[in-house]
Structures are given as structure tokens and as C-alpha cells.
């Protein structure tokens, strides 16, 4: 299990939760050469620890415990792990 960004994030791109991510699996960040080509943010399903930290800090409630991802939203799950799979 991971937490997963979903919709809301598409377009905002906050980045308050890659501040607070303690094992750095939410990319891209503001640094990475690609972060204006992406829509929105993933978390790394690998790395992910399930702390929970970046659930609050997110302005527009786009994070979620994979357990408590809204159903419409499942195709998500895919769109986070793929990221990471290039
Ligand atoms: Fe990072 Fe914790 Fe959020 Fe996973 S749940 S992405 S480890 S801050």
C-alpha cells in the first residue's frame, strides 16, 4: 500500500507535501528539469512509508491512503506507479 495523488492535484502542483515527505518519494520536484512538463505530482509506490505527513499539508486534498482513495479516482493507483516506471 502507498498513498496516492489524485485528481485535485492535476493543475496545482502545490508541493507543500514533497516539503514534508520524509523519504523524498513525491516527484517531480520544483528542481527537476521536467516539473512544469507534468500535470500534476506522484509518490513513489515503492519508497512510499505510509506516514500520512503529506495528507494535510495538500491546499486542495488531493492525497490518499490507497485504502481511502475515492473510487472514481482509482485509475490514479496506475498513473502514480507509472511515473515511476519510465
Ligand atoms: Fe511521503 Fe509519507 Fe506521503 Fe508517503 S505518506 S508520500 S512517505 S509523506
Not at 493543475?11 to 527537476?32: N, R, S
Not at 528539469?33 to 500534476?40: A, G, K, L, P, R
Not at 513513489?44 to 482513495?69: M, R, S, T, W
Amino acid at each position: 500500500m502507498a498513498h496516492i495523488i489524485a485528481q485535485p492535484c492535476i493543475g496545482t502542483k502545490d508541493t507543500a507535501c514533497v516539503t514534508v515527505c520524509p523519504v523524498d518519494c513525491i516527484h517531480p520536484t520544483k528542481d527537476e528539469s521536467n516539473f512544469d512538463d507534468e500535470e500534476q505530482l506522484f509518490i513513489d509506490p515503492e519508497n512510499c512509508i505510509d506516514c500520512g505527513l503529506c495528507v494535510d499539508e495538500c491546499p486542495v486534498q488531493a492525497i490518499f491512503p490507497q485504502e481511502d482513495l475515492p473510487p472514481e479516482w482509482s485509475d490514479f493507483i496506475q498513473r502514480n506507479d507509472q511515473y515511476y516506471k519510465k
